[in-house]
């Protein structure tokens, strides 16, 4: 899969794809990512992305012409990317979007390549999410500073999704969130390593019987136990 990430703040992503799975992902050709500035599609000496709202307003907003062009030079072939199996996707990060969860990273991993755009300042001229964009998606119901972040988290997300990134396939199947987990939504079950009895606190037993039936029916009502007390929204 293809990340393509636009920005004002490229140097953002630095730190972040040196490291952990992303990182791991790119090394074995899983996954390319690509960092584009915005800038570099504007035309004046000072490199204008933004400008002030009509209608007055307090802030600054991307102006279209700058983004249009840089999705436009960045997928000169996107018409006949969609048609392809999987297609590629145009994203806004926006706090206005859709929630992105474990299920939409699901979605997201079948594309062939996803392009993030990332908003800044108040945020973006209503036409980007109107006429280029396939979707908005937020994070969370809070403020970012930036979509930096955001790209970040779900770039993160969707890449250990993607075949080749993480190392054992199956290690994605039983988490917190997945339909294919202990229950479809839970969270995962407790989890537990050596020592088997640490402080007075014990593992609890049946994890150290290799009864595996036992196990799984334990890690089952675990988890539904754990979602109860944690997060029993999910379980509505």
Same mark, same amino acid.
């Given at each position: ?67 249009? %062009? ?6 000169? %072939? ?159």
């Amino acid at each position: 899969m293809n990340f393509h990430i636009l920005t004002i703040f490229p140097e953002f992503f630095e730190g972040p794809l040196r490291h952990g799975v992303v990182a791991r992902g790119i090394a074995a050709g899983a996954l390319g990512i690509h960092i584009h500035n915005l800038r570099d599609w504007t035309h004046d000496r000072h490199k204008t992305v933004d400008d002030r709202p009509f209608g007055g307003a307090e802030g600054m907003l991307l102006k279209p012409e700058p983004i249009f %062009e840089a999705v436009e030079s960045i997928w000169p %072939e996107r018409p006949a990317l969609a048609t392809l199996p999987g297609g590629s996707k145009v994203i806004l990060l926006s706090a206005q979007g859709r929630k992105f969860d474990q299920r939409v990273a699901r979605d997201l991993s079948t594309a062939s390549s996803l392009l993030l755009l990332c908003g800044r300042y108040e945020g973006v001229d209503e036409r980007v999410a109107e006429h280029l964009c396939d979707e908005e998606l937020s994070i969370g119901d809070y403020i970012l500073t930036g979509g930096e972040l955001a790209a970040m988290v779900i770039m993160d997300t969707v890449a250990r999704l993607i075949p080749g990134v993480v190392g054992n396939s199956d290690s994605t199947a039983f988490e917190s969130f997945e339909a294919t987990g202990h229950g479809e939504g839970l969270l995962d079950c407790p989890q537990y390593t050596r020592p088997a009895e640490f402080r007075g606190w014990k593992v609890p037993e049946v994890l150290l019987s290799g009864n595996h039936e036992e196990i799984r029916r334990w890690r089952k009502a675990a988890a539904r136990e754990k979602t109860a007390r944690l997060r029993p929204d999910l379980m509505e």
